[in-house]
């Protein structure tokens, strides 16, 4: 998959801190970075969320590159003063994901991953820049969770925010934090609110990549709800440059919505899925099994794109339908399973 770098990103190699390194966005923006001869410092811990063996293959091209050195390490276990000391950026992207494992006991791991991990960071990065006069700049991988259900769509950044799930009160909490070092001590921080994030090497508990490994195995696609929720897709490509052109916007503490443009119910897109995996041959016809909604799962969402596209020049640029036929040709080439 290849990811336009913005012209900032294209004049002089820069040195970059990846938390969450293994997992898909961050490997995936591992590898764009290392392809324009960036210098890239990885940090995963490689959580039992999924199986960690996918985040080792997710590495498996960066781990060769010499312009790449992964530290394999908890956030909260690391002195973070010392990996942050020669770094200009750090795209933040290690968290707990996922809404639905969030709650009962599970939630003092999203407490420890999602929130005392990122309060780590930006307190390492506060120290430096006092110790160095440097303004290293951090961007952070929100989420469209920390909306919950909306009275109105398309949703502006400023709208109300009630999170339905807790991993979505722990998404917010650490957006705020990277709020309030900005307003309270200048440091350089962004936000990104991603929605549904789709494309090669995606977590296999999301929809698509579930659904398709599903469909390799022969069994039906299970759904809950009627599929009536709508969702905005965004495709991976598109999450890596909106991180890459927020490292260079001039405002501090700002927070912007990282959509894929339009919105469409599950069902629908669960069409085209079906038509792309049936048409390269990955199934030969797949029956879709509707059932009850779960607990956390949001309704709708739907990003207003204008503030990242005023403030940015960000806009989303892979259709669902490419976007989708993208992730099928990757599970056709033996992905995940090789
Ligand atoms: N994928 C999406 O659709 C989506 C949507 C909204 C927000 N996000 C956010 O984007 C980021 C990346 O998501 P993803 O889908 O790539 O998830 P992922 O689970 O594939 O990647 C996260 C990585 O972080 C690592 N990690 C977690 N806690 C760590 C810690 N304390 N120290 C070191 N490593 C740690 C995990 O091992 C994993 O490899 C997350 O912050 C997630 O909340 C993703």
Same mark, same amino acid.
């Given at each position: 998959m290849?990811v336009?770098?913005?012209?900032a990103?294209?004049?002089?190699?820069?040195r970059?801190?990846?938390?969450?390194?293994?997992?898909?966005?961050?490997?995936?923006?591992?590898d764009?970075?290392?392809?324009?001869g960036?210098d890239?410092?990885?940090?995963?811990?490689?959580?039992?969320?999924?199986d960690?063996?996918?985040?080792?293959?997710?590495l498996?091209?960066?781990?060769?590159?010499?312009?790449?050195?992964?530290?394999?390490?908890?956030?909260?276990?690391?002195?973070?003063?010392d990996?942050?000391?020669? #770094? !200009?950026v750090?795209?933040?992207m290690?968290?707990q994901?996922?809404?639905? +494992?969030?709650? /009962?006991?599970?939630?003092? $791991? &999203?407490?420890?991953?999602?929130?005392?991990?990122?309060?780590n960071?930006?307190?390492?990065?506060?120290?430096?820049?006092?110790?160095d006069?440097?303004s290293?700049?951090?961007v952070?991988?929100?989420?469209?969770?920390?909306?919950g259900?909306?009275?109105?769509?398309?949703?502006v950044?400023?709208?109300y925010?009630?999170p339905?799930s807790?991993?979505?009160?722990?998404?917010?909490?650490a957006?705020?934090?990277?709020?309030?070092?900005?307003?309270?001590f200048?440091?350089?921080?962004?936000?990104l609110?991603?929605?549904t994030?789709?494309?090669? #090497? !995606?977590r296999?508990?999301?929809?698509?990549?579930?659904f398709?490994?599903? +469909?390799?195995? /022969?069994?039906?696609?299970? $759904? &809950?709800?009627?599929?009536?929720?709508t969702?905005?897709?965004?495709?991976?490509?598109?999450?890596?440059?909106?991180n890459?052109?927020?490292a260079?916007?001039?405002?501090r503490?700002?927070?912007?919505?990282v959509?894929?443009?339009?919105?469409?119910?599950l069902?629908?897109a669960?069409?085209?899925?079906?038509d792309?995996?049936?048409?390269?041959?990955?199934?030969?016809?797949?029956?879709?099994?509707?059932?009850?909604?779960v607990?956390?799962?949001?309704?709708?969402t739907?990003?207003?794109?204008?503030?990242?596209r005023?403030?940015?020049?960000?806009?989303?640029?892979?259709?669902?339908?490419?976007?989708?036929?993208?992730?099928?040709?990757?599970?056709?080439?033996g992905?995940?399973?090789?």
């Amino acid at each position: 998959m290849t990811v336009e770098l913005p012209s900032a990103w294209r004049s002089s190699p820069r040195r970059v801190l990846v938390t969450g390194c293994g997992g898909f966005l961050g490997s995936s923006l591992t590898d764009a970075l290392l392809a324009g001869g960036h210098d890239v410092v990885g940090v995963d811990c490689f959580t039992d969320y999924y199986d960690p063996a996918r985040k080792r293959r997710n590495l498996s091209d960066a781990l060769l590159n010499p312009g790449f050195r992964l530290l394999e390490a908890d956030l909260n276990d690391l002195d973070l003063s010392d990996v942050l000391a020669d #770094r !200009q950026v750090c795209f933040h992207m290690a968290a707990q994901a996922g809404v639905r +494992a969030s709650w /009962g006991r599970e939630f003092d $791991i &999203y407490l420890a991953y999602n929130i005392r991990a990122t309060q780590n960071l930006l307190e390492a990065m506060l120290q430096l820049d006092r110790a160095d006069g440097e303004s290293r700049c951090l961007v952070y991988s929100s989420s469209s969770s920390v909306y919950g259900n909306q009275p109105t769509y398309p949703v502006v950044e400023t709208s109300y925010l009630q999170p339905f799930s807790p991993y979505g009160v722990t998404k917010l909490a650490a957006e705020h934090l990277c709020g309030l070092y900005a307003e309270n001590f200048g440091l350089r921080t962004t936000s990104l609110r991603y929605f549904t994030v789709y494309g090669p #090497r !995606q977590r296999p508990d999301m929809a698509f990549q579930k659904f398709l490994e599903a +469909a390799r195995a /022969g069994q039906p696609w299970k $759904i &809950y709800g009627d599929g009536s929720q709508t969702r905005d897709f965004t495709f991976v490509a598109d999450a890596l440059r909106a991180n890459l052109l927020a490292a260079d916007s001039p405002r501090r503490g700002a927070v912007y919505n990282v959509g894929g443009g339009s919105r469409i119910a599950l069902r629908d897109a669960l069409a085209i899925l079906r038509d792309r995996a049936v048409a390269h041959g990955l199934a030969d016809d797949i029956q879709i099994e509707y059932g009850d909604r779960v607990e956390g799962d949001v309704i709708h969402t739907y990003a207003d794109g204008q503030l990242a596209r005023d403030e940015l020049g960000f806009a989303a640029g892979v259709s669902l339908e490419d976007g989708l036929d993208a992730q099928v040709r990757w599970n056709m080439r033996g992905e995940p399973a090789a």
